[in-house]
């Protein structure tokens, strides 16, 4: 993804004044109008799918995940929302 606050080179579909810009947030950057406030489109990312992995879940045995968070990847077990055990993944 280009550097935030940079022009992505479409104008925003929904207000047809703006131009989408790639923006810095919590969660990292996303593309959004700069016709905020008067506009608030978002482009929305596609979700992205969980990495299986071969560990299993030390509370329930279920197996494990690799998910990315707002600090990083990390493992979550797969048995969520009844089995909410995490474990950090090694640098």
Do not use: W
């Amino acid at each position: 993804m280009p550097n935030p606050n940079s022009n992505a080179g479409k104008t925003c579909p929904e207000c047809h004044v703006g131009n989408l810009v790639v923006k810095s947030g919590k969660y990292g950057n996303f593309t959004a109008c700069s016709n905020y406030p008067n506009c608030k489109y978002i482009e929305k990312k596609t979700p992205q799918v969980a990495e299986k992995t071969d560990q299993l879940c030390d509370k329930c045995g279920k197996p494990l995940l690799k998910r990315n968070g707002q600090f990083g990847p990390f493992l979550a077990c797969s048995g969520f929302p009844q089995c909410k055990n995490t474990k950090k993944v090694a640098p």
